[in-house]
Protein backbone atom coordinates (compact mmCIF):
# COMPACT_ATOMS: atom_id res chain seq x y z
CA UNK A 1 0.00 0.00 0.00
CA UNK A 2 2.57 2.28 0.84
CA UNK A 3 4.54 1.52 -2.20
CA UNK A 4 1.30 2.32 -4.04
CA UNK A 5 0.73 5.67 -2.50
CA UNK A 6 4.23 7.04 -2.29
CA UNK A 7 3.96 6.43 -6.31
CA UNK A 8 0.58 7.66 -7.12
CA UNK A 9 1.65 10.62 -4.96
CA UNK A 10 4.96 11.13 -7.45
CA UNK A 11 2.66 10.53 -10.44
CA UNK A 12 0.67 13.27 -9.30
CA UNK A 13 3.80 15.40 -8.36
CA UNK A 14 5.17 15.00 -11.85
CA UNK A 15 1.75 15.47 -13.15
CA UNK A 16 1.06 19.15 -11.98
CA UNK A 17 3.75 20.93 -14.34
CA UNK A 18 2.62 19.60 -17.22
CA UNK A 19 -1.15 20.22 -16.55
CA UNK A 20 -0.16 23.76 -15.43
CA UNK A 21 1.28 23.96 -19.18
CA UNK A 22 -1.87 22.57 -20.37
CA UNK A 23 -3.73 25.48 -18.87
CA UNK A 24 -1.40 28.03 -20.90
CA UNK A 25 -3.21 28.76 -24.08
CA UNK A 26 -6.60 26.79 -23.71
CA UNK A 27 -8.25 29.85 -25.69
CA UNK A 28 -6.50 31.47 -27.68
CA UNK A 29 -4.16 33.73 -26.35
CA UNK A 30 -5.72 37.65 -26.11
CA UNK A 31 -2.99 40.47 -25.42
CA UNK A 32 -0.97 43.41 -27.10
CA UNK A 33 2.19 43.61 -28.66
CA UNK A 34 4.53 46.36 -29.59
CA UNK A 35 5.81 45.54 -32.97
CA UNK A 36 2.91 46.51 -35.27
CA UNK A 37 2.87 50.50 -33.75
CA UNK A 38 6.07 50.83 -32.10
CA UNK A 39 8.44 48.29 -33.93
CA UNK A 40 11.90 49.00 -33.26
CA UNK A 41 11.42 52.89 -31.43
CA UNK A 42 9.84 50.81 -28.27
CA UNK A 43 11.04 51.97 -24.42
CA UNK A 44 9.94 50.87 -21.31
CA UNK A 45 7.99 54.11 -21.07
CA UNK A 46 5.62 52.56 -24.14
CA UNK A 47 5.35 49.47 -22.81
CA UNK A 48 4.17 50.73 -19.28
CA UNK A 49 2.13 53.19 -21.10
CA UNK A 50 0.55 49.89 -23.21
CA UNK A 51 -0.33 48.18 -20.04
CA UNK A 52 -1.70 51.62 -17.96
CA UNK A 53 -4.31 51.60 -21.23
CA UNK A 54 -4.74 48.22 -21.50
CA UNK A 55 -6.30 48.44 -17.82
CA UNK A 56 -8.46 52.58 -18.87
CA UNK A 57 -9.78 51.65 -21.50
CA UNK A 58 -11.35 48.07 -20.22
CA UNK A 59 -9.12 45.72 -22.79
CA UNK A 60 -7.79 44.06 -20.35
CA UNK A 61 -11.20 43.40 -19.15
CA UNK A 62 -12.20 42.09 -22.56
CA UNK A 63 -10.03 39.52 -22.57
CA UNK A 64 -6.63 41.30 -23.49
CA UNK A 65 -4.16 40.33 -20.86
CA UNK A 66 -0.56 39.73 -22.76
CA UNK A 67 1.42 42.44 -22.80
CA UNK A 68 4.14 41.55 -25.52
CA UNK A 69 7.58 43.18 -25.68
CA UNK A 70 8.71 42.42 -29.40
CA UNK A 71 11.89 42.57 -31.20
CA UNK A 72 14.69 45.43 -30.32
CA UNK A 73 14.73 45.20 -26.41
CA UNK A 74 18.18 43.08 -26.29
CA UNK A 75 21.84 44.54 -25.57
CA UNK A 76 25.01 42.55 -25.70
CA UNK A 77 26.08 39.19 -23.61
CA UNK A 78 28.97 39.27 -20.99
CA UNK A 79 31.67 37.43 -20.36
CA UNK A 80 29.29 34.42 -18.97
CA UNK A 81 26.71 35.09 -21.61
CA UNK A 82 24.35 36.17 -20.21
CA UNK A 83 22.09 38.74 -22.09
CA UNK A 84 22.01 42.39 -21.02
CA UNK A 85 18.85 44.82 -22.73
CA UNK A 86 19.67 47.77 -24.19
CA UNK A 87 19.39 51.52 -22.76
CA UNK A 88 15.63 51.37 -23.72
CA UNK A 89 14.93 48.87 -21.22
CA UNK A 90 17.05 49.45 -17.85
CA UNK A 91 15.05 46.61 -16.09
CA UNK A 92 13.44 43.73 -17.56
CA UNK A 93 12.76 42.42 -14.06
CA UNK A 94 10.92 45.82 -12.75
CA UNK A 95 9.02 46.12 -15.85
CA UNK A 96 7.82 42.41 -15.89
CA UNK A 97 6.63 42.95 -11.65
CA UNK A 98 4.63 46.25 -13.31
CA UNK A 99 2.72 44.45 -15.89
CA UNK A 100 1.68 42.07 -13.28
CA UNK A 101 0.45 44.54 -10.76
CA UNK A 102 -1.85 45.57 -13.31
CA UNK A 103 -3.39 41.69 -13.44
CA UNK A 104 -1.55 41.14 -16.99
CA UNK A 105 1.14 39.40 -18.23
CA UNK A 106 4.21 39.64 -19.82
CA UNK A 107 5.51 38.90 -22.82
CA UNK A 108 8.89 38.77 -24.92
CA UNK A 109 10.76 37.93 -28.29
CA UNK A 110 13.60 36.23 -29.14
CA UNK A 111 15.09 34.16 -31.83
CA UNK A 112 16.53 30.72 -32.29
CA UNK A 113 19.23 32.33 -34.32
CA UNK A 114 22.38 34.27 -33.31
CA UNK A 115 20.75 37.50 -34.68
CA UNK A 116 17.01 38.63 -34.28
CA UNK A 117 15.26 40.39 -37.50
CA UNK A 118 15.81 43.64 -36.14
CA UNK A 119 19.72 42.37 -36.44
CA UNK A 120 19.55 42.29 -32.14
CA UNK A 121 21.25 39.48 -30.39
CA UNK A 122 19.43 35.90 -30.75
CA UNK A 123 19.19 32.88 -28.37
CA UNK A 124 21.69 30.74 -30.06
CA UNK A 125 23.66 28.58 -28.20
CA UNK A 126 22.17 30.12 -24.96
CA UNK A 127 18.41 28.75 -24.93
CA UNK A 128 18.38 27.20 -21.19
CA UNK A 129 20.34 30.44 -20.30
CA UNK A 130 17.61 32.70 -21.22
CA UNK A 131 14.87 30.77 -20.75
CA UNK A 132 16.15 31.00 -16.84
CA UNK A 133 16.56 34.58 -17.45
CA UNK A 134 13.24 34.97 -18.89
CA UNK A 135 11.67 33.17 -15.99
CA UNK A 136 13.45 34.99 -13.01
CA UNK A 137 11.90 37.96 -15.01
CA UNK A 138 8.73 36.69 -14.36
CA UNK A 139 8.23 36.25 -18.01
CA UNK A 140 4.54 34.41 -19.34
CA UNK A 141 5.14 34.24 -22.86
CA UNK A 142 7.66 33.97 -25.26
CA UNK A 143 7.89 34.46 -29.64
CA UNK A 144 10.61 32.57 -31.52
CA UNK A 145 10.85 34.70 -34.55
CA UNK A 146 13.04 32.32 -36.99
CA UNK A 147 15.08 35.62 -38.34
CA UNK A 148 18.88 34.62 -38.59
CA UNK A 149 18.25 30.77 -38.51
CA UNK A 150 17.11 30.53 -42.10
CA UNK A 151 20.94 31.23 -42.99
CA UNK A 152 21.66 28.17 -41.12
CA UNK A 153 19.01 26.41 -42.74
CA UNK A 154 20.45 27.55 -46.59
CA UNK A 155 23.89 26.14 -44.99
CA UNK A 156 22.44 22.73 -43.58
CA UNK A 157 20.40 22.55 -47.28
CA UNK A 158 23.41 23.63 -49.41
CA UNK A 159 25.74 20.47 -47.47
CA UNK A 160 23.18 18.13 -47.66
CA UNK A 161 21.80 18.72 -50.99
CA UNK A 162 20.04 14.97 -51.25
CA UNK A 163 18.02 15.27 -48.10
CA UNK A 164 15.27 17.16 -48.41
CA UNK A 165 14.44 17.87 -44.87
CA UNK A 166 17.83 18.66 -43.62
CA UNK A 167 16.82 22.29 -43.15
CA UNK A 168 13.14 21.71 -41.69
CA UNK A 169 14.64 18.95 -39.27
CA UNK A 170 17.31 21.58 -37.64
CA UNK A 171 15.13 24.19 -37.60
CA UNK A 172 12.64 21.35 -35.42
CA UNK A 173 15.28 20.81 -33.37
CA UNK A 174 15.74 24.57 -32.80
CA UNK A 175 12.58 25.17 -32.00
CA UNK A 176 12.38 22.51 -29.49
CA UNK A 177 15.50 23.12 -27.17
CA UNK A 178 13.74 26.33 -27.09
CA UNK A 179 10.77 24.85 -25.93
CA UNK A 180 12.42 22.25 -23.48
CA UNK A 181 14.43 24.95 -21.97
CA UNK A 182 11.18 26.72 -21.26
CA UNK A 183 9.87 23.72 -19.76
CA UNK A 184 12.76 23.18 -17.98
CA UNK A 185 11.99 26.11 -15.86
CA UNK A 186 8.66 24.78 -14.29
CA UNK A 187 7.26 28.56 -15.14
CA UNK A 188 4.12 28.13 -17.35
CA UNK A 189 5.40 30.42 -20.53
CA UNK A 190 3.23 30.25 -23.19
CA UNK A 191 5.39 29.50 -26.38
CA UNK A 192 4.55 31.45 -29.41
CA UNK A 193 6.22 30.03 -33.13
CA UNK A 194 6.99 33.20 -35.42
CA UNK A 195 8.55 30.92 -38.06
CA UNK A 196 6.11 32.41 -41.32
CA UNK A 197 4.57 29.12 -42.07
CA UNK A 198 7.44 27.32 -43.40
CA UNK A 199 7.50 23.48 -43.62
CA UNK A 200 3.75 23.75 -41.87
CA UNK A 201 4.50 24.57 -38.46
CA UNK A 202 0.92 23.45 -37.57
CA UNK A 203 2.12 19.96 -38.35
CA UNK A 204 4.55 19.82 -36.29
CA UNK A 205 4.08 22.83 -33.68
CA UNK A 206 2.60 21.04 -30.97
CA UNK A 207 5.87 18.41 -30.89
CA UNK A 208 7.90 21.12 -29.82
CA UNK A 209 5.87 22.49 -26.66
CA UNK A 210 4.17 25.57 -29.08
CA UNK A 211 0.75 26.95 -28.29
CA UNK A 212 0.57 29.11 -31.24
CA UNK A 213 2.71 28.92 -34.60
CA UNK A 214 2.31 31.45 -37.53
CA UNK A 215 1.12 30.51 -40.51
CA UNK A 216 1.94 33.01 -42.97
CA UNK A 217 4.48 35.68 -43.31
CA UNK A 218 3.99 39.25 -41.94
CA UNK A 219 1.04 41.44 -42.22
CA UNK A 220 1.33 45.21 -42.53
CA UNK A 221 -1.67 47.32 -42.27
CA UNK A 222 -3.84 47.68 -45.55
CA UNK A 223 -6.45 45.87 -46.62
CA UNK A 224 -4.78 43.77 -49.61
CA UNK A 225 -2.57 41.99 -46.60
CA UNK A 226 -4.68 41.33 -44.31
CA UNK A 227 -7.50 39.59 -46.32
CA UNK A 228 -4.10 38.30 -48.23
CA UNK A 229 -3.56 36.21 -44.92
CA UNK A 230 -6.94 36.28 -43.74
CA UNK A 231 -8.50 34.35 -46.82
CA UNK A 232 -5.14 32.43 -47.29
CA UNK A 233 -6.26 30.50 -44.13
CA UNK A 234 -9.10 27.77 -45.64
CA UNK A 235 -8.37 24.47 -44.36
CA UNK A 236 -6.07 24.71 -41.76
CA UNK A 237 -8.64 24.36 -39.30
CA UNK A 238 -8.26 20.64 -38.07
CA UNK A 239 -4.86 21.87 -36.42
CA UNK A 240 -6.08 24.15 -33.77
CA UNK A 241 -7.57 23.09 -30.57
CA UNK A 242 -7.26 23.91 -27.11
CA UNK A 243 -3.33 24.64 -26.66
CA UNK A 244 -2.47 24.85 -29.78
CA UNK A 245 -3.93 27.32 -32.23
CA UNK A 246 -2.99 28.60 -36.13
CA UNK A 247 -1.69 32.68 -35.48
CA UNK A 248 -2.11 34.49 -38.85
CA UNK A 249 -0.46 37.38 -37.16
CA UNK A 250 -1.16 40.31 -34.76
CA UNK A 251 -3.66 42.66 -35.33
CA UNK A 252 -3.84 46.21 -37.22
CA UNK A 253 -7.14 47.45 -36.23
CA UNK A 254 -6.49 51.12 -35.05
CA UNK A 255 -3.12 51.83 -36.60
CA UNK A 256 -4.85 54.22 -39.31
CA UNK A 257 -4.70 52.47 -42.92
CA UNK A 258 -7.89 50.54 -43.02
CA UNK A 259 -11.40 51.75 -43.22
CA UNK A 260 -13.76 50.82 -40.23
CA UNK A 261 -15.08 48.32 -42.61
CA UNK A 262 -12.11 46.40 -43.42
CA UNK A 263 -11.03 46.59 -39.54
CA UNK A 264 -14.04 44.67 -39.25
CA UNK A 265 -13.47 42.40 -41.69
CA UNK A 266 -10.30 42.49 -40.04
CA UNK A 267 -11.41 41.40 -36.61
CA UNK A 268 -14.64 39.11 -37.88
CA UNK A 269 -12.05 37.15 -39.99
CA UNK A 270 -9.40 36.82 -37.03
CA UNK A 271 -12.56 35.60 -35.06
CA UNK A 272 -13.93 33.13 -36.93
CA UNK A 273 -10.37 31.37 -37.52
CA UNK A 274 -10.01 31.31 -33.35
CA UNK A 275 -7.04 33.61 -33.77
CA UNK A 276 -4.88 34.82 -31.10
CA UNK A 277 -5.93 38.41 -30.83
CA UNK A 278 -3.09 40.70 -30.27
CA UNK A 279 -3.55 44.35 -30.78
CA UNK A 280 -1.07 45.76 -31.89
CA UNK A 281 -2.24 49.66 -32.01
CA UNK A 282 -1.42 52.69 -29.93
CA UNK A 283 -3.57 51.93 -27.21
CA UNK A 284 -3.54 56.04 -26.31
CA UNK A 285 -4.97 56.73 -29.33
CA UNK A 286 -7.87 54.46 -30.02
CA UNK A 287 -11.15 55.86 -31.29
CA UNK A 288 -14.75 54.87 -31.10
CA UNK A 289 -14.77 52.91 -33.66
CA UNK A 290 -11.58 50.88 -32.62
CA UNK A 291 -12.76 50.30 -28.90
CA UNK A 292 -15.76 49.25 -30.40
CA UNK A 293 -13.85 46.26 -32.85
CA UNK A 294 -11.31 45.59 -30.48
CA UNK A 295 -13.81 44.99 -27.22
CA UNK A 296 -17.15 43.88 -29.18
CA UNK A 297 -18.03 41.02 -26.43
CA UNK A 298 -19.84 38.72 -28.31
CA UNK A 299 -17.23 39.39 -31.04
CA UNK A 300 -14.80 38.07 -28.57
CA UNK A 301 -16.57 35.28 -27.64
CA UNK A 302 -16.83 33.97 -31.24
CA UNK A 303 -12.76 33.86 -30.90
CA UNK A 304 -12.49 32.51 -27.33
CA UNK A 305 -15.74 29.88 -27.56
CA UNK A 306 -15.19 26.83 -25.07
CA UNK A 307 -15.14 24.05 -28.06
CA UNK A 308 -12.14 25.72 -29.35
CA UNK A 309 -12.64 25.22 -33.19
CA UNK A 310 -11.68 27.18 -36.11
CA UNK A 311 -13.43 28.63 -38.13
CA UNK A 312 -13.38 27.39 -42.65
CA UNK A 313 -14.38 28.40 -45.90
CA UNK A 314 -17.86 27.24 -46.56
CA UNK A 315 -17.70 28.66 -49.97
CA UNK A 316 -16.13 31.97 -52.21
CA UNK A 317 -17.48 33.10 -54.91
CA UNK A 318 -16.47 35.94 -57.19
CA UNK A 319 -16.04 38.69 -54.32
CA UNK A 320 -17.81 36.85 -51.52
CA UNK A 321 -16.52 34.71 -49.28
CA UNK A 322 -18.59 32.57 -46.62
CA UNK A 323 -16.89 31.44 -43.46
CA UNK A 324 -18.45 29.35 -40.36
CA UNK A 325 -17.35 28.82 -37.27
CA UNK A 326 -19.01 25.87 -35.04
CA UNK A 327 -19.65 27.19 -31.38
CA UNK A 328 -20.69 25.56 -28.22
CA UNK A 329 -24.48 24.37 -27.62
CA UNK A 330 -24.85 23.75 -31.31
CA UNK A 331 -24.43 27.41 -32.15
CA UNK A 332 -22.43 28.76 -35.49
CA UNK A 333 -20.55 31.64 -36.01
CA UNK A 334 -21.22 32.76 -40.25
CA UNK A 335 -19.29 35.72 -41.65
CA UNK A 336 -20.83 36.81 -45.07
CA UNK A 337 -17.89 39.14 -46.82
CA UNK A 338 -17.89 41.72 -49.09
CA UNK A 339 -14.62 42.14 -51.16
CA UNK A 340 -15.92 44.22 -53.97
CA UNK A 341 -15.42 47.88 -54.00
CA UNK A 342 -19.61 48.27 -53.97
CA UNK A 343 -22.05 47.29 -51.71
CA UNK A 344 -23.53 43.67 -52.70
CA UNK A 345 -25.87 41.36 -51.26
CA UNK A 346 -24.11 38.03 -49.54
CA UNK A 347 -26.19 35.19 -48.63
CA UNK A 348 -26.05 31.74 -46.89
CA UNK A 349 -28.71 28.94 -46.99
CA UNK A 350 -29.27 28.24 -43.27
CA UNK A 351 -30.06 24.58 -44.71
CA UNK A 352 -26.47 24.29 -45.79
CA UNK A 353 -25.14 24.63 -42.67
CA UNK A 354 -27.05 22.23 -40.46
CA UNK A 355 -30.49 24.29 -39.43
CA UNK A 356 -33.09 23.14 -42.04
CA UNK A 357 -35.69 23.61 -40.10
CA UNK A 358 -35.28 27.75 -39.55
CA UNK A 359 -32.99 29.28 -37.15
CA UNK A 360 -32.44 32.35 -34.69
CA UNK A 361 -29.62 34.88 -36.08
CA UNK A 362 -27.95 37.40 -33.99
CA UNK A 363 -25.97 40.64 -36.12
CA UNK A 364 -22.62 40.49 -33.98
CA UNK A 365 -21.77 44.10 -35.02
CA UNK A 366 -25.34 45.64 -35.04
CA UNK A 367 -25.68 43.47 -31.50
CA UNK A 368 -29.50 42.87 -32.72
CA UNK A 369 -31.38 39.79 -33.19
CA UNK A 370 -32.64 39.19 -36.58
CA UNK A 371 -35.52 36.68 -35.11
CA UNK A 372 -36.29 33.28 -36.62
CA UNK A 373 -35.22 33.01 -40.39
CA UNK A 374 -35.20 29.89 -42.64
CA UNK A 375 -34.06 28.95 -46.16
CA UNK A 376 -31.80 31.72 -47.78
CA UNK A 377 -30.87 34.77 -45.39
CA UNK A 378 -29.14 37.68 -47.38
CA UNK A 379 -27.68 40.58 -46.30
CA UNK A 380 -26.68 43.58 -48.20
CA UNK A 381 -22.34 43.81 -47.05
CA UNK A 382 -20.89 47.23 -47.40
CA UNK A 383 -17.84 47.52 -50.07
CA UNK A 384 -14.55 45.35 -48.27
CA UNK A 385 -17.08 44.70 -45.26
CA UNK A 386 -18.55 41.84 -43.13
CA UNK A 387 -22.08 40.84 -41.52
CA UNK A 388 -21.12 38.33 -38.66
CA UNK A 389 -24.04 36.42 -37.09
CA UNK A 390 -24.52 33.62 -34.61
CA UNK A 391 -27.05 31.15 -35.91
CA UNK A 392 -28.61 28.78 -33.02
CA UNK A 393 -31.70 26.47 -32.69
C1 LIG B 1 9.57 39.45 -37.97
C2 LIG B 1 8.24 39.04 -37.32
C3 LIG B 1 7.49 40.29 -36.89
C4 LIG B 1 8.34 41.08 -35.90
C5 LIG B 1 9.70 41.41 -36.53
C6 LIG B 1 10.66 42.02 -35.51
O1 LIG B 1 9.37 40.14 -39.15
O2 LIG B 1 7.47 38.28 -38.21
O3 LIG B 1 6.26 39.94 -36.29
O4 LIG B 1 8.52 40.33 -34.72
O5 LIG B 1 10.32 40.26 -37.07
O6 LIG B 1 11.93 42.24 -36.02
Redesign the pocket.
Known sequence: MRTLAALSFTLLLSAVPALSQVTVGATPPMGWNS?NHF??RVTDADVRGAADMLVATGMRDAGYTYVNV???WEGKRDSQGLLHTNERFPDMKALGDYIHSKGLKFGI?SSPGAK???GFEGSLGHEAQDAKMYAEWGVDYL?Y?L?SFQDDMRKVKAEHPNESDAAKNLMIVAYRKMGDALKATGRPILYSL?Q?GVDQPWRWGPGVGAQMW?TT??IDDSYGRMIAIGFSQAGLAKYAGPGHWNDP??LEIGNGKMTEEEYRTHMSLWVLLAAPLIAGNDLSKMNEADKNLLMNKEAIAIDQDALGKQGDRLYQSGDFDVWTKPLSDGRIAVGLFNRSWDNREVSVDLAEIGFRNGARLRDVWKQKDLGQQSGVFTDTIPKHGVTLLIVSK
Do not use: E, L, N
Open positions: WAGDDTYTCGKDCCYRDDDM
